[in-house]
């Protein structure tokens, strides 16, 4: 099993490395899912994630939660292909958590140095959890 600590990582690219250890078999769990870090201008995150929310209908979707745990793997969901078997295997195999639950307390994480919010060229980035919180 593969613990990743999403505090301080961009979302986009932690999303890559979950996905792909998921469709090679493996169980992967992410812990304090909403510190993942977005980045780009503030407003206007909040503006496209706001938007892509209230596109549609509420009968059809497409369904954004507000809970900051089910959005980051919704967004790993947008990088497997879970309408066929292999992906819906690996969609399974991902959880996220807000937090750190007991289970993980002691455990060890992986580290991601790529994908730290400290490479990023820019300083505008939010967190997801602040994202969510303002739609």
Request: charged letters at 25%; proline letters at 4%.
């Amino acid at each position: 099993m593969i613990i990743v600590n999403a505090e301080n990582l961009i979302l986009g690219r932690m999303a890559t490395f979950v996905a792909k250890q998921a469709l090679l078999g493996n169980e992967v769990r992410i812990i304090n899912s909403e510190k993942a870090v977005i980045s780009g201008v503030k407003a206007r995150t909040i503006a496209d994630v706001h938007n892509a929310k209230n596109r549609g209908t509420p009968a059809k979707g497409p369904f954004i939660t507000t809970m900051p745990d089910r959005y980051v793997r919704r967004v790993i969901r947008g990088m497997l292909p879970y309408k066929i078997a292999k992906g819906a295997e690996a969609y399974k195999r991902v959880l996220c958590y807000i937090g750190i639950p007991e289970e993980f307390k002691d455990q060890k994480t992986v580290d991601l140095d790529y994908a730290n919010f400290s490479k990023l060229p820019t300083s505008k980035y939010t967190t997801v959890g602040e994202v969510l919180k303002n739609i």
